[in-house]
């Protein structure tokens, strides 16, 4: 890429949650950059994919998915959605195709329609046996999107638990991944690359380490537990052969500490192991965790953590 004849600029992906946006953008980025789970709004901040190639730079920009409640850990999500929306070049309003619209699907139909950025349709999961994309063509031109480019998009692998931790790339994308770049880089400005050409993200160590972590617990975890999941790297540090991190799992309850420990620690030791593997794959070093769970009572009410946190 060159700054005098590439196109740089900034992309944000939006949706309800549970659209596939993490994974697209894994995909696209053939690295790790957001966790990916089954549960809905595991993406709590806006998280940077940087990809790079002779036809330039994009910066997507993956955002929390939307949903309509008023909790205020919820409020606060809308509002990193929002001011996401501010500055991008672009927006990809992603739709999942086996679920069919509804209240929330409403509130983000309702939002994209009012941009006036750049759009695209990017219709997902179209490979999945319940998928209706007919009926989301009718919910589209209801809004008046029924005339935005889109793409199709199945084949994207949504259990983490099978797919790569990183270099996901190694496997050919799929198809609408292809077509959907190239209507991505026309839209953008010509100009320098925001970041160097080798990154593939902005995340800072800790945030990694702590996402990471977050995900692992989250995928050992079920009903309300995964939402009250929150982590902080109190330290890291760069030893002669690897990096080690201090990283304490906070919860609401103690009930939920205990799930989080399990019998003989057999849940927390998964956790530090399947964190490591995955994080020495990301790292340069091998990473060595301390993990410690800790109750912080009803911290999802806690305004000053939430806006520390939710970014």
Same mark, same amino acid.
């Given at each position: 890429?060159?700054?005098?004849?590439?196109?740089?600029?900034?992309?944000?992906?939006?949706?309800?949650?549970?659209?596939?946006?993490?994974?697209?953008?894994?995909?696209?980025?053939?690295?790790?950059?957001?966790? %990916?789970?089954?549960? *809905? !709004?595991?993406?709590?901040?806006?998280?940077?994919?940087?990809?790079?190639? =002779?036809?330039? !730079? $994009?910066?997507?920009?993956?955002?929390?998915?939307?949903?309509?409640?008023?909790?205020?850990?919820? +409020?606060?999500?809308?509002? %990193?959605?929002?001011?996401?929306?501010?500055?991008?070049?672009?927006?990809?309003?992603?739709?999942?195709?086996?679920?069919?619209?509804?209240?929330?699907?409403?509130?983000?139909?309702?939002?994209?329609?009012?941009? =006036? %950025?750049?759009?695209?349709?990017?219709?997902?999961?179209?490979?999945? *046996?319940?998928?209706?994309?007919?009926?989301?063509?009718? &919910?589209?031109?209801?809004?008046?999107?029924?005339?935005?480019?889109?793409? !199709?998009?199945?084949?994207?692998?949504?259990?983490?638990?099978?797919?790569?931790?990183?270099?996901?790339?190694?496997?050919?994308?799929?198809?609408?991944?292809?077509?959907?770049?190239?209507?991505?880089?026309?839209? +953008?400005?010509?100009?320098?690359?925001?970041?160097?050409?080798?990154?593939?993200?902005?995340?800072?160590?800790?945030?990694?380490?702590?996402?990471?972590?977050?995900?692992?617990?989250?995928?050992?975890?079920?009903?309300?537990?995964?939402?009250?999941?929150?982590?902080?790297?109190?330290? +890291? =540090?760069?030893? *002669?052969?690897?990096?080690?991190?201090? %990283?304490?799992? &906070?919860?609401?309850?103690?009930?939920? !500490?205990?799930?989080?420990?399990?019998?003989?620690?057999?849940?927390?030791?998964? $956790?530090?192991?399947?964190?490591?593997?995955?994080?020495?794959r990301i790292f340069p070093l091998p990473v060595r965790l301390a993990l410690q769970v800790k109750v912080k009572p009803r911290w999802r009410r806690d305004d000053n953590l939430l806006n520390s946190l939710i970014q």
């Amino acid at each position: 890429m060159t700054s005098e004849h590439g196109k740089s600029g900034f992309v944000v992906v939006l949706g309800r949650p549970s659209t596939g946006k993490s994974t697209l953008i894994n995909r696209i980025c053939g690295e790790k950059v957001s966790i %990916v789970s089954p549960v *809905p !709004q595991t993406t709590r901040n806006t998280i940077r994919g940087i990809y790079t190639e =002779e036809r330039g !730079q $994009i910066v997507f920009l993956d955002t929390p998915g939307l949903h309509q409640a008023d909790k205020k850990i919820n +409020l606060r999500m809308r509002d %990193v959605v929002t001011e996401s929306l501010e500055d991008c070049d672009a927006l990809i309003y992603t739709v999942d195709t086996t679920r069919p619209p509804g209240e929330e699907e409403e509130a983000v139909a309702t939002l994209a329609s009012s941009l =006036e %950025v750049s759009r695209i349709v990017l219709l997902t999961k179209t490979d999945h *046996p319940e998928s209706a994309p007919a009926l989301i063509e009718e &919910f589209l031109a209801r809004h008046g999107l029924d005339d935005l480019p889109r793409f !199709q998009t199945g084949g994207l692998q949504e259990d983490p638990r099978e797919q790569k931790s990183s270099h996901e790339a190694a496997e050919p994308r799929p198809r609408g991944i292809e077509d959907l770049l190239a209507a991505l880089f026309p839209l +953008l400005p010509q100009g320098p690359p925001w970041y160097p050409e080798d990154h593939y993200t902005d995340q800072p160590p800790q945030f990694r380490i702590a996402e990471i972590v977050r995900e692992q617990a989250i995928l050992r975890t079920r009903q309300e537990v995964p939402h009250a999941i929150y982590v902080e790297v109190a330290d +890291l =540090e760069q030893r *002669p052969k690897y990096l080690w991190a201090r %990283v304490f799992i &906070f919860v609401e309850r103690p009930t939920q !500490q205990g799930i989080l420990v399990g019998k003989g620690a057999a849940t927390i030791t998964e $956790i530090r192991k399947e964190s490591q593997k995955i994080l020495g794959r990301i790292f340069p070093l091998p990473v060595r965790l301390a993990l410690q769970v800790k109750v912080k009572p009803r911290w999802r009410r806690d305004d000053n953590l939430l806006n520390s946190l939710i970014q």
